[in-house]
Protein backbone atom coordinates (compact mmCIF):
# COMPACT_ATOMS: atom_id res chain seq x y z
CA UNK A 1 0.00 0.00 0.00
CA UNK A 2 2.63 2.17 0.98
CA UNK A 3 4.63 1.28 -1.85
CA UNK A 4 2.12 2.24 -4.19
CA UNK A 5 1.30 5.30 -2.84
CA UNK A 6 5.07 6.09 -2.99
CA UNK A 7 5.17 4.94 -6.80
CA UNK A 8 1.94 7.35 -7.31
CA UNK A 9 4.30 10.25 -6.46
CA UNK A 10 7.17 9.64 -8.02
CA UNK A 11 7.17 12.25 -11.39
CA UNK A 12 8.60 10.14 -13.38
CA UNK A 13 6.75 7.14 -12.84
CA UNK A 14 3.72 9.19 -13.55
CA UNK A 15 5.45 10.52 -16.46
CA UNK A 16 5.75 7.12 -18.59
CA UNK A 17 2.16 6.31 -17.44
CA UNK A 18 0.26 9.55 -18.77
CA UNK A 19 2.28 9.18 -22.12
CA UNK A 20 0.85 5.72 -22.21
CA UNK A 21 -2.79 7.16 -20.86
CA UNK A 22 -3.16 9.98 -22.83
CA UNK A 23 -4.11 9.06 -26.66
CA UNK A 24 -6.89 6.73 -24.85
CA UNK A 25 -8.47 10.13 -22.80
CA UNK A 26 -8.08 12.38 -26.17
CA UNK A 27 -9.88 9.47 -28.60
CA UNK A 28 -12.40 8.12 -26.63
CA UNK A 29 -13.09 11.41 -25.10
CA UNK A 30 -13.56 13.25 -28.22
CA UNK A 31 -15.30 10.42 -29.74
CA UNK A 32 -17.85 10.75 -27.30
CA UNK A 33 -17.81 14.38 -26.42
CA UNK A 34 -18.46 15.06 -30.39
CA UNK A 35 -21.22 12.28 -30.67
CA UNK A 36 -22.80 13.92 -27.68
CA UNK A 37 -22.88 17.25 -28.84
CA UNK A 38 -24.02 16.19 -32.74
CA UNK A 39 -26.73 14.11 -31.20
CA UNK A 40 -28.33 16.83 -28.93
CA UNK A 41 -27.49 19.37 -31.58
CA UNK A 42 -29.34 17.87 -34.54
CA UNK A 43 -31.09 14.77 -33.26
CA UNK A 44 -32.93 15.32 -30.18
CA UNK A 45 -36.23 16.73 -30.13
CA UNK A 46 -36.69 20.59 -29.14
CA UNK A 47 -38.00 21.54 -25.71
CA UNK A 48 -41.70 22.13 -25.45
CA UNK A 49 -41.24 24.99 -23.04
CA UNK A 50 -38.12 26.89 -24.16
CA UNK A 51 -37.44 25.63 -28.03
CA UNK A 52 -34.52 24.77 -29.16
CA UNK A 53 -32.44 27.34 -26.85
CA UNK A 54 -32.16 24.21 -24.57
CA UNK A 55 -29.82 22.80 -26.84
CA UNK A 56 -26.97 24.90 -24.97
CA UNK A 57 -27.35 22.48 -22.64
CA UNK A 58 -24.77 20.08 -24.34
CA UNK A 59 -22.28 22.27 -23.86
CA UNK A 60 -23.45 24.31 -20.52
CA UNK A 61 -24.09 21.19 -18.32
CA UNK A 62 -20.83 19.61 -19.06
CA UNK A 63 -18.67 22.51 -18.60
CA UNK A 64 -20.76 23.69 -14.85
CA UNK A 65 -20.35 19.56 -13.75
CA UNK A 66 -16.66 20.00 -14.79
CA UNK A 67 -15.96 23.29 -13.23
CA UNK A 68 -16.87 21.88 -10.44
CA UNK A 69 -15.39 18.45 -10.12
CA UNK A 70 -12.07 19.90 -11.10
CA UNK A 71 -12.38 22.22 -8.14
CA UNK A 72 -13.07 18.98 -5.51
CA UNK A 73 -10.43 17.53 -7.07
CA UNK A 74 -8.35 20.06 -6.64
CA UNK A 75 -9.45 20.23 -2.77
CA UNK A 76 -8.08 16.79 -2.79
CA UNK A 77 -4.69 17.21 -4.42
CA UNK A 78 -4.57 20.27 -1.98
CA UNK A 79 -5.63 17.87 1.25
CA UNK A 80 -2.59 15.79 -0.27
CA UNK A 81 -0.24 18.17 -0.57
CA UNK A 82 -0.66 19.14 2.74
CA UNK A 83 -0.53 16.35 4.66
CA UNK A 84 1.97 13.92 2.78
CA UNK A 85 3.49 16.83 0.89
CA UNK A 86 3.56 14.76 -2.12
CA UNK A 87 4.96 16.89 -5.02
CA UNK A 88 3.04 15.19 -7.61
CA UNK A 89 -0.66 16.45 -6.22
CA UNK A 90 0.92 19.91 -6.22
CA UNK A 91 1.79 19.55 -9.34
CA UNK A 92 -2.12 18.73 -10.43
CA UNK A 93 -3.16 21.73 -8.73
CA UNK A 94 -1.31 24.23 -10.18
CA UNK A 95 -2.02 22.39 -13.90
CA UNK A 96 -5.77 21.78 -13.15
CA UNK A 97 -6.43 25.33 -11.74
CA UNK A 98 -6.57 27.25 -15.85
CA UNK A 99 -8.34 24.50 -16.97
CA UNK A 100 -10.94 24.83 -13.90
CA UNK A 101 -11.30 28.58 -14.90
CA UNK A 102 -12.01 28.47 -18.38
CA UNK A 103 -14.52 25.72 -17.48
CA UNK A 104 -15.91 28.49 -14.70
CA UNK A 105 -16.42 30.73 -17.88
CA UNK A 106 -17.68 28.51 -20.23
CA UNK A 107 -20.32 27.62 -17.71
CA UNK A 108 -21.16 31.60 -16.89
CA UNK A 109 -21.21 32.79 -20.50
CA UNK A 110 -23.40 29.76 -22.17
CA UNK A 111 -25.89 29.90 -19.16
CA UNK A 112 -25.71 34.03 -19.71
CA UNK A 113 -26.30 33.45 -23.45
CA UNK A 114 -29.19 30.48 -22.39
CA UNK A 115 -30.78 33.12 -20.11
CA UNK A 116 -31.20 35.58 -22.37
CA UNK A 117 -34.21 34.02 -24.65
CA UNK A 118 -35.07 31.91 -21.64
CA UNK A 119 -35.53 34.44 -18.75
CA UNK A 120 -35.49 37.27 -20.23
CA UNK A 121 -31.94 38.54 -18.73
CA UNK A 122 -28.63 37.82 -19.50
CA UNK A 123 -27.72 38.20 -15.67
CA UNK A 124 -29.52 37.93 -12.31
CA UNK A 125 -27.49 38.05 -8.96
CA UNK A 126 -28.80 34.74 -7.44
CA UNK A 127 -27.64 32.32 -5.80
CA UNK A 128 -26.44 30.15 -8.18
CA UNK A 129 -25.00 32.32 -10.41
CA UNK A 130 -23.01 34.40 -7.78
CA UNK A 131 -21.72 31.24 -6.26
CA UNK A 132 -20.44 30.11 -9.76
CA UNK A 133 -18.44 33.71 -10.14
CA UNK A 134 -17.01 33.20 -6.54
CA UNK A 135 -15.38 29.98 -7.96
CA UNK A 136 -14.38 31.65 -11.20
CA UNK A 137 -12.51 33.84 -8.78
CA UNK A 138 -11.29 31.13 -6.59
CA UNK A 139 -9.13 29.46 -9.37
CA UNK A 140 -8.20 32.87 -10.48
CA UNK A 141 -7.12 33.33 -6.82
CA UNK A 142 -5.61 29.95 -7.08
CA UNK A 143 -3.79 30.87 -10.11
CA UNK A 144 -2.38 34.31 -9.23
CA UNK A 145 -1.30 32.96 -5.86
CA UNK A 146 0.73 29.95 -7.33
CA UNK A 147 2.29 32.17 -9.42
CA UNK A 148 3.03 34.77 -7.20
CA UNK A 149 4.99 33.16 -4.59
CA UNK A 150 8.63 31.28 -6.22
CA UNK A 151 9.63 29.05 -3.89
CA UNK A 152 8.16 26.40 -4.57
CA UNK A 153 6.85 24.90 -0.96
CA UNK A 154 5.39 27.68 -0.14
CA UNK A 155 3.90 28.50 -2.92
CA UNK A 156 2.10 25.06 -2.53
CA UNK A 157 1.37 25.31 1.06
CA UNK A 158 -0.48 28.48 0.43
CA UNK A 159 -2.34 27.33 -2.48
CA UNK A 160 -3.33 24.22 -1.33
CA UNK A 161 -4.77 26.54 2.22
CA UNK A 162 -6.32 28.73 -0.58
CA UNK A 163 -8.39 25.70 -2.70
CA UNK A 164 -9.14 23.84 0.86
CA UNK A 165 -11.25 27.24 2.08
CA UNK A 166 -12.90 28.05 -1.11
CA UNK A 167 -14.12 24.23 -0.94
CA UNK A 168 -17.10 25.46 0.78
CA UNK A 169 -18.60 27.26 -1.84
CA UNK A 170 -19.09 24.13 -3.82
CA UNK A 171 -21.70 22.82 -1.44
CA UNK A 172 -23.62 26.27 -1.86
CA UNK A 173 -23.14 26.06 -5.77
CA UNK A 174 -24.91 22.58 -5.57
CA UNK A 175 -27.80 23.56 -3.36
CA UNK A 176 -28.13 27.10 -4.04
CA UNK A 177 -31.32 26.14 -6.39
CA UNK A 178 -32.99 24.25 -3.68
CA UNK A 179 -32.20 26.74 -0.42
CA UNK A 180 -33.25 29.71 -2.56
CA UNK A 181 -35.25 31.14 -4.65
CA UNK A 182 -33.84 30.99 -8.13
CA UNK A 183 -34.54 31.12 -11.95
CA UNK A 184 -32.31 28.50 -12.22
CA UNK A 185 -33.85 25.10 -12.69
CA UNK A 186 -32.90 22.40 -10.26
CA UNK A 187 -29.90 19.97 -11.58
CA UNK A 188 -30.78 17.56 -14.65
CA UNK A 189 -29.19 14.83 -12.93
CA UNK A 190 -29.56 13.05 -9.69
CA UNK A 191 -28.42 9.83 -8.84
CA UNK A 192 -31.45 8.70 -6.36
CA UNK A 193 -33.67 9.48 -9.47
CA UNK A 194 -34.59 8.82 -13.22
CA UNK A 195 -34.04 12.06 -15.29
CA UNK A 196 -36.71 13.70 -15.36
CA UNK A 197 -36.30 14.96 -19.71
CA UNK A 198 -36.46 11.91 -21.95
CA UNK A 199 -33.45 9.42 -22.76
CA UNK A 200 -33.18 11.38 -26.56
CA UNK A 201 -32.00 14.72 -24.44
CA UNK A 202 -30.69 13.11 -21.50
CA UNK A 203 -28.18 10.14 -23.14
CA UNK A 204 -26.10 13.06 -25.48
CA UNK A 205 -25.83 14.77 -22.17
CA UNK A 206 -24.27 11.94 -20.34
CA UNK A 207 -22.04 11.25 -23.20
CA UNK A 208 -20.89 15.14 -23.67
CA UNK A 209 -20.70 15.11 -19.58
CA UNK A 210 -18.35 11.65 -19.85
CA UNK A 211 -16.71 12.71 -22.96
CA UNK A 212 -15.60 16.18 -21.51
CA UNK A 213 -14.28 14.27 -18.08
CA UNK A 214 -11.90 12.36 -20.78
CA UNK A 215 -10.84 15.52 -22.51
CA UNK A 216 -10.32 17.00 -18.95
CA UNK A 217 -7.84 14.07 -18.40
CA UNK A 218 -6.02 14.67 -21.38
CA UNK A 219 -5.16 17.77 -20.73
CA UNK A 220 -4.33 17.51 -17.32
CA UNK A 221 -2.03 14.79 -18.06
CA UNK A 222 -0.43 17.06 -20.66
CA UNK A 223 -0.47 20.15 -18.61
CA UNK A 224 1.30 17.83 -15.50
CA UNK A 225 4.01 16.73 -17.75
CA UNK A 226 4.93 19.87 -18.63
CA UNK A 227 5.25 21.05 -15.07
CA UNK A 228 7.27 18.12 -13.83
CA UNK A 229 9.34 18.68 -17.27
CA UNK A 230 9.76 22.04 -15.39
CA UNK A 231 10.44 21.23 -12.31
CA UNK A 232 12.75 18.13 -12.85
CA UNK A 233 14.56 19.10 -15.34
CA UNK A 234 18.16 19.14 -13.52
CA UNK A 235 17.06 15.34 -13.14
CA UNK A 236 18.89 12.81 -15.00
CA UNK A 237 16.16 11.45 -16.24
CA UNK A 238 14.50 14.42 -17.60
CA UNK A 239 17.66 15.13 -19.63
CA UNK A 240 17.62 11.01 -21.01
CA UNK A 241 14.00 11.58 -22.17
CA UNK A 242 14.54 14.55 -24.35
CA UNK A 243 17.70 13.63 -25.59
CA UNK A 244 17.53 13.06 -29.00
CA UNK A 245 15.83 9.14 -29.85
CA UNK A 246 14.35 9.69 -25.84
CA UNK A 247 11.12 10.14 -27.67
CA UNK A 248 9.28 12.86 -25.24
CA UNK B 1 -33.07 14.62 -37.46
CA UNK B 2 -35.13 16.88 -35.35
CA UNK B 3 -35.09 19.72 -38.33
CA UNK B 4 -37.21 19.57 -41.66
CA UNK B 5 -33.93 21.50 -43.41
CA UNK B 6 -30.55 22.49 -42.88
CA UNK B 7 -31.61 26.26 -42.70
CA UNK B 8 -33.73 25.56 -40.37
CA UNK B 9 -31.29 23.57 -38.44
CA UNK B 10 -29.09 26.85 -38.36
CA UNK B 11 -31.86 29.17 -37.58
CA UNK B 12 -32.64 26.71 -34.32
CA UNK B 13 -36.09 27.84 -33.93
CA UNK B 14 -34.81 31.75 -34.06
CA UNK B 15 -32.75 30.97 -31.08
CA UNK B 16 -29.59 30.11 -34.02
CA UNK B 17 -27.83 33.00 -32.81
CA UNK B 18 -27.77 32.32 -29.03
CA UNK B 19 -26.78 28.32 -29.59
CA UNK B 20 -24.07 28.93 -31.89
CA UNK B 21 -22.39 31.68 -29.79
CA UNK B 22 -22.59 29.04 -27.07
CA UNK B 23 -20.88 26.58 -28.93
CA UNK B 24 -18.36 28.90 -30.73
CA UNK B 25 -16.90 30.60 -27.64
CA UNK B 26 -16.81 26.83 -26.11
CA UNK B 27 -14.68 25.89 -29.32
CA UNK B 28 -12.41 28.85 -29.57
CA UNK B 29 -11.58 29.09 -25.94
CA UNK B 30 -11.14 25.52 -25.54
CA UNK B 31 -8.86 25.49 -28.42
CA UNK B 32 -6.72 28.39 -27.51
CA UNK B 33 -6.39 26.61 -24.11
CA UNK B 34 -5.08 23.50 -25.66
CA UNK B 35 -2.57 25.32 -28.13
CA UNK B 36 -1.36 27.55 -25.21
CA UNK B 37 -0.71 24.19 -23.04
CA UNK B 38 1.05 22.27 -26.39
CA UNK B 39 3.09 25.50 -26.87
CA UNK B 40 3.86 26.05 -23.17
CA UNK B 41 5.25 22.15 -23.20
CA UNK B 42 7.41 22.46 -26.09
CA UNK B 43 9.23 24.69 -24.06
CA UNK B 44 9.85 23.08 -21.34
CA UNK B 45 11.14 20.31 -23.64
CA UNK B 46 13.39 22.87 -25.42
CA UNK B 47 14.65 24.22 -21.91
CA UNK B 48 15.29 20.99 -20.95
CA UNK B 49 17.31 20.28 -24.09
CA UNK B 50 19.15 23.46 -24.14
CA UNK B 51 20.17 22.79 -20.22
CA UNK B 52 21.65 19.15 -21.13
CA UNK B 53 23.63 20.05 -23.99
CA UNK B 54 24.62 23.41 -22.56
CA UNK B 55 26.54 21.98 -19.79
CA UNK B 56 27.61 18.44 -20.82
CA UNK B 57 26.16 15.13 -19.38
CA UNK B 58 28.38 15.80 -15.96
CA UNK B 59 24.99 15.86 -14.06
CA UNK B 60 26.20 15.88 -10.68
CA UNK B 61 24.57 12.96 -9.04
CA UNK B 62 20.49 12.88 -8.14
CA UNK B 63 19.84 10.40 -10.17
CA UNK B 64 18.20 6.68 -8.91
CA UNK B 65 21.24 3.83 -8.96
CA UNK B 66 17.62 1.62 -10.79
CA UNK B 67 17.16 4.23 -13.31
CA UNK B 68 15.27 2.80 -15.88
CA UNK B 69 14.57 4.84 -19.54
CA UNK B 70 10.79 5.55 -19.31
CA UNK B 71 9.12 5.04 -22.39
CA UNK B 72 6.67 7.14 -23.23
CA UNK B 73 6.61 7.27 -26.84
CA UNK B 74 3.19 7.95 -28.96
CA UNK B 75 2.24 10.44 -26.73
Known amino acids: ?248 | MAFDSFDAFVAMGGHGPYVWACYFVFFALSLVLVLWSRAQRKAALQGVARRSTGRGETDTGKAPADFVRVDSSNH
Open chain 1, 1 to 248: MWQLFHKLGSPKWFYGIASRLMPWLLWTGVALFMAGIIWGLAFAPPDYLQGNSYRIIFIHVPSAFLAQSVYIMMAVAALVTLVWRMKLADVFVKSAAPVGALLTFLALFTGAVWGKPTWGTWWIWDARLTSMLILLFLYFGAIALGSAIADEKSSARAVAVLVLVGVVNIPIIKYSVEWWNTLHQPATFKLTEKPSMPADMWVPLLMAVLGLYLLFGWLACLRMQTEILVREGRTRWVKELVRPGGNA
